[in-house]
């Protein structure tokens, strides 16, 4: 490149030469100054570079130095934490357990329900194992001690049992304080113990201002009746607001004088609830009542009475809950004579047809209705029509007499004098009376606004579900009637079905296409396999009971 620019100045004129060579001294001014501003350029970009180096191992060492910091305060944070763990360990350890803990209210609460704790269907057994059971909590520290004997609460259930000793009643009496009490006088089978007996009522005579409820059993010993009876005679009971007395209790002068004289109104002023044996209906029951459940005793045999039970109804004119069980065909009833204007639940457990109580029963505020009829040898002849005083009835629970000639015509008569319910209860085995349409008029047509039925009790006849019923389901559906809810409830498992869903499946296709299925309770245990095709799963519900 240099050779060829010296051979083209050389070619050139000298004026062009000397232009040239000014402008050579030019353009080595201009490298010299070029020259000079790179060697700068380079000097400064090398102080630059040294500076950056600098700061970045300044920087690191900032950032070593708090790693080191932080990895320390983490050593100690975590010393710390142990520290604190191990204390806290110490006092758990050392302090009062949790349920200790708990406020008074809540320990006393759950003490309250491990005593009422009821493993067992005798009441009896019941009350006497609630006292071991204080006992025992009582035991387990000084706290619960002091907390249990003084809580009036825990002592209220005061039981007089052959079992007990007289000290516990006396006990029960005390720690109850000012408590209103329950007296439960349990079933004395010998009269050997009757001292200890005598010095029981002595002690709960002694609080009777505080007698809330008062029930005694029937026993065969009539000496502990005369006893209990001569030593509640003549007592004023203030708070007393139940009883349930065997008609046994009044030896002298029968249960209709000892009635009498116990329940006086100026005796027993708050008297709610009232359970009553007897074989007499002519009683003066008190005043005010809300539930009474009364058993009359009369054999069959005996011959019918002129008495009538319209002078006991009129003083229950504030009555709720009656439950009537026994022999009432001596009574003369005339229609529409006994007005309840405030009851809503009626029990019926007669020997007898119900046809003249229900024609004489007037009760506007009924709701449900449970009737059952004993075997007997009476035969009454049904209501003509007795339905439209008692239209107001939306829940019906019946049982048919077990003899067969009879089961039809009865059947009428409760459907008949119950027309406006919508839900109905029944038996398995009265399927063939309800639903059976070649007797005559079908007895469930009665039932026009009809929604629920719930079989009680899973038993062959159900497993092999009657055509009668099946067909009566088809009959509602083609006349367009709403789609019922069927239940079938208190299943009792048989091993012979085993533990498989075939028969609930074979129960369900015969019925799913005419009403809503449910089951209750059903005994089958996991793991639950449905071998078949269920078409409206929606159509179908099942409550197990998984073994």
Partial sequence: MYKTVVSYIRQLPEDEVSKLENTQSVCMYHYRIRSCSCILCGCFTSSNF??????????????????????????????AAQAQRRRLEDLVRSGKPPINRLPVESLLQIIGLAIRASPSDDLSCNRINQIRRKGELAGVSRHWRNLIFGCPNLWTEITLAQRLSPSVVHMHAIRSRTCLIDVYIDAWYRDSNKRYLGEMLDAVVACVSRWRTFTVLTSSCQEVFSLIFR???GLCFSCLSSVDIPAELFPDGGPQAGYQRCFQPQNIPRLKHAVLHTQYDDIDVPLGLETLSLTLHRYCNEPRSSRSAIPMFLSLQTLKVLSLSGNISHWRLQPNSINLPLLEKITLRLVSGPGEFLEALVAPQ????????????LRQTPPSNPGCVLSSVQSLSFWLCSEPDYQYDEAKAISLAFPGVRHVELLPEDIPNIFDMCKGPCIADNWENLQHITFIGLADEVLRMPNVFILWLQHRQNMGLPVLHVVFSKI????AWGYNSTWLLALYQSLHEYCTLEFENVPLSPPLTFSGN?????????VCDLF
Avoid: F
């Fill in 492 to 495: 009792q498992y048989d091993e």
């Fill in 50 to 79: 040294t500076d950056e180096i600098s700061a970045a191992r300044a920087e690191l060492g900032r950032l070593e130095k708090r790693e080191n910091e932080l990895l320390k305060q983490l050593a100690d944070t975590r010393a």
């Fill in 231 to 233: 030593s509640i005679d």
């Fill in 534 to 542: 269920v078409a409206e799963p929606s159509s179908m519900k099942v």
């Fill in 366 to 377: 009924l709701r449900h209705c449970d009737y059952q009829r004993y075997v007997s040898q």
